[in-house]
């Protein structure tokens, strides 16, 4: 197997008490998860976490063993409730200490007296972590080993990972085909399970919608090779056709 | 401890490949803290489960040992991706069955001929299952022991939660005060953390935003003592003048 055909996993972990409190409505996993597979990189797991320090080492060193990467995002601002950055230390077993690199870019961008105890938290990772630069708000992110520490805040959270991009180890792209038709998935059911069974390095998924007041079926098919996609995608409009309905291609908007 | 006064805990488990790969954005999360944190049922954790047997049966029997309740969205349709009802008979040991009651509901819901074996799966519950009603697609959600398993299609979601409800049992409702300010986090994080200190048995949060091209911080307090939660709110407007700024009561639009 060549490095391009390996899959790479990773997991996310959302940290933070906004989201579990329904306070904050969480899209960074979607955003990761979309940019990620685009990676080739396959997102199989992901939790939100509370701010709570063994919470966070558990769910931290849970996934570094069993996935490719780790990201996480939130609990890395100055506040007593970020608490994100100490416990990867933890996690990793290694010292929590401050980054020279990371108080001058702060030192630089705060005024005079504006740098107090609280920021320099900011500055303070685990010992033998990398820095990724914050272009929005200059407060790194850091990666350590395995795991990348994003901001809670989309949009840093979107412009650290796009200065992360070009060094994550990608895989094979995934891929998909959607075919959507006005028929409920009960109907297509079982010719589906069968279809799925006919490509089995394939993921066929089905999603209900309802939309122009009826009720259709948008079909995704992901994987790694095109022919088989094109294959498992003519396939379907074929099942779809057996049913007495015509494929649409794509989603139904 | 009254039952009044008992922390009720519970779990989400979001289950389906769609959240995972990207294609869709979770909101069922969002929603269940929210009524659920209405309730006095404080939502500790969550997770994002792909359409895998073992993952479902491993995060289910984690997460109903550990919480009063849990809660599951997603993958009780009709088709082979829908597995999160014969996982959750896995999980707990006991048979898949089929259900009397949900297949009378089913015979009504569809015309002759429509309800096919595939359609028979969203009638087949855990042995010992209780059914949750369904009022916009009939197919029901069901309830086994502390795990409440629902539609993952949000408008269903919903109306199988609502129905739910008067049957959750509640703990002592959570409510917050909020106060923002257009000061940094870092400025006043200090004061912040002691003002949590003087009120360990509130939770204090502190979430940054940019609005009207100012930085600004809300400061959130949760708890379920009304009479702490009005002198820590007095507290946090305090610290606000003291760091030279106006108290704002809620969030900034």
Not at 108 to 125: D, Q
Request: charge should be neutral.
């Amino acid at each position: 197997m060549t490095a391009a055909e390996k899959t790479v996993t990773a997991a996310v972990l959302i940290i933070g008490n906004e989201i579990l409190s329904g306070r904050t409505q969480d899209v960074n996993l979607n955003f990761l998860a979309r940019e990620l597979g685009a990676l080739g990189i396959r997102v199989r797991e992901a939790r939100v976490v509370p701010d709570v320090e063994e919470e966070i080492v558990a769910a931290v060193n849970h996934c570094r063993r069993r996935y490719d990467l780790v990201f996480t995002t939130g609990g890395i601002g100055p506040t007593h409730d970020d608490i994100t950055s100490p416990s990867i230390a933890k996690a990793f077993g290694v010292e929590w200490v401050r980054n020279p690199e990371a108080v001058a870019l702060l030192a630089r961008h705060y005024e005079n007296g504006m740098l107090n105890e609280a920021r320099l938290r900011m500055a303070t990772v685990p010992k033998g972590a990398r820095l990724i630069d914050n272009p929005v708000s200059t407060a790194p992110g850091f990666e350590m080993e395995n795991v990348y520490v994003l901001a809670g805040v989309p949009s840093i959270m979107r412009a650290m990972f796009d200065g992360l991009k070009p060094r994550l180890p990608g895989g094979k792209a995934v891929t998909s085909r959607t075919v959507s038709t006005y028929l409920g998935e009960g109907t297509i059911a079982e010719a589906l399970g069968r279809l799925q069974d006919r490509f089995p390095a394939l993921e066929v998924g089905s999603y209900p919608f309802f939309r122009r007041g009826k009720f259709g079926t948008s079909l995704v098919i992901r994987g790694t090779d095109a022919a088989s996609l094109d294959r498992a995608a003519e396939g379907l409009r074929a099942l779809i056709r057996e049913h007495g309905a015509e494929p649409i291609e794509g989603d139904v908007e």
